[in-house]
């Protein structure tokens, strides 16, 4: 026995390869869109992290460098240029008023705050770190 296609079954059989061959690239395409949105967004995210790690390692070596420095004094807030993710950085020295457990007035405190700004879609976003030191710990004594 032999089966012999008719050519209506041959036009039919075409009809369903170009159908599956549609379905294929369709759902391809689908898939192909979500991952290119699942990247960007991790793109996004990967941006994001990184600028908040080199802000807070450009906080703390801001923090460091004031914390050592031997002839630290009050002054005016020093303000930054932005920096290649747009964050501006002030530093301020003020002298500060502590008292110890007794009441008694601690000597020549100063207080050091850094704070980064920069912009988001939300809005100004910032970021602010703060130290006490004594003004003359690094001082030398001749």
Known sequence: MQLTLTSRSRQHA???ILLEAIMAVSILSVIAVSLTVA???LGAVAMQSQREMAMMRNLETLLTWNLRDPNIEPR?????PPDAYGVVYESVVEELELYNQDDAVLPEMLRIQIRAV????????EQVVETYRYARLYRNTQ
Do not use: A, L, N, Y
Not at 76 to 80: G, I, K, L, R, Y
Not at 118 to 125: K, V
């Open 76 to 80: 005016s807030p020093v303000t930054s």
């Open 39 to 41: 990247i960007d967004k």
């Open 14 to 16: 075409r009809g369903f």
């Open 118 to 125: 920069w912009q988001e879609p939300s809005g100004m976003q």
